[in-house]
C-alpha cells in the first residue's frame, strides 16, 4: 500500500471535487453530514499534516482522536470515518492511492436500541411554557413542538413539509410526511387544527369548524415559514 503526503490546500481542493461529484443529487441531510463530517478532518489534518500519510495507523489515530479528544458517541465517530472512507475511495479512484487505507479501520457498532430517554408530563408542561409567543416564528416553534409531542411527528418530517402534502378529509386535516423515501399519514384531529388555526392568527379562537382552505393554508404559512 502506497502513501500520500499531500498540502492542506490540495486536500481542501480534492475534498471539494468528492463533494461536488459524490454530493450530486443527494438530500440536503445527507451533504450536511459529509460536509461537517469532512470539515472537521481538514481541522485534524492541519495539525497532523506533518506525519499523516493516509496509512491505516493514521486512520486508526484519527478514531482515537474522535472517541478520546472530541469526545463523540459511537454514532457520530462511525458517520465520520464512513465519510473518510468515501473521501478515500474517490483518491483510489483518482490514482491517489493504491488502497483504501479506512477500509482497514473498523467503525463502532450502532446502538441497537435509541438511547434518548422521554420527557416527563411536567416536563413537556414545563418545555411547552419556556417557547415565546411574540414573533410568527415563535408559534411556528410552538406548533413544530406540539405536532412533535402530540402527533410523534419528527423535526425531519415537519421541515420538509410540502403545502401539496396537506391534505383534508372530513373534519381532519391530514400531511402526508416523507422521511428516508418513504411516505406516512399524520393526522390532525380538529382540536389541533383549532390552535393551528388559532396560533397562525387566521382564526379568532371560537369553537366552530373553520373553511379547510384556511387550515391548509395556516398550517403551510406556520411549518413552512422560513427564519
Not at 486536500?11 to 440536503?28: A, Q
Request: proline share 2%; hydrophobic share 40%; aromatic share 8%.
Amino acid at each position: 500500500m502506497n502513501t500520500l503526503t499531500v498540502s492542506l490546500a490540495k486536500l481542501e481542493t480534492l475534498i471539494d471535487g468528492f463533494l461536488s461529484e459524490f454530493l450530486k443529487g443527494k438530500s440536503d441531510e445527507t451533504q450536511g453530514t459529509y460536509q461537517r463530517a469532512l470539515r472537521e478532518f481538514q481541522r485534524y489534518f492541519a495539525v497532523a499534516r506533518d506525519w499523516f500519510q493516509f496509512r491505516p495507523e493514521d486512520i486508526e489515530q484519527y478514531k482515537h482522536y474522535l472517541m478520546q479528544e472530541r469526545k463523540l458517541s459511537q454514532v457520530s465517530v462511525s458517520t465520520y470515518l464512513t465519510s473518510l472512507r468515501r473521501l478515500l475511495d474517490y483518491f483510489v479512484a483518482q490514482g491517489l492511492l493504491d488502497e483504501n487505507p479506512a477500509r482497514q479501520v473498523k467503525g463502532n457498532r450502532r446502538p441497537v436500541h435509541h438511547t434518548a430517554g422521554t420527557l416527563t408530563e411536567a416536563e413537556v408542561k414545563k418545555l411547552l411554557s419556556l417557547v415565546p409567543t411574540e414573533k410568527l416564528q415563535d408559534h411556528r416553534d410552538y406548533i413544530t413542538i406540539r405536532l412533535m409531542i402530540e402527533s410523534a411527528v419528527s423535526e425531519h418530517e415537519l421541515v420538509k413539509a410540502n403545502v401539496e402534502d396537506l391534505k383534508n378529509s372530513h373534519r381532519t386535516m391530514c400531511s402526508m410526511c416523507k422521511a428516508r423515501a418513504k411516505r406516512r399519514k399524520m393526522v390532525l384531529s380538529m382540536s389541533r387544527s383549532h390552535w393551528v388555526l388559532k396560533l397562525s392568527g387566521i382564526w379568532n379562537g371560537e369553537r366552530i369548524l373553520p373553511r379547510f382552505h384556511l387550515c391548509l393554508q395556516a398550517i403551510a404559512a406556520a411549518l413552512a415559514k422560513r427564519v
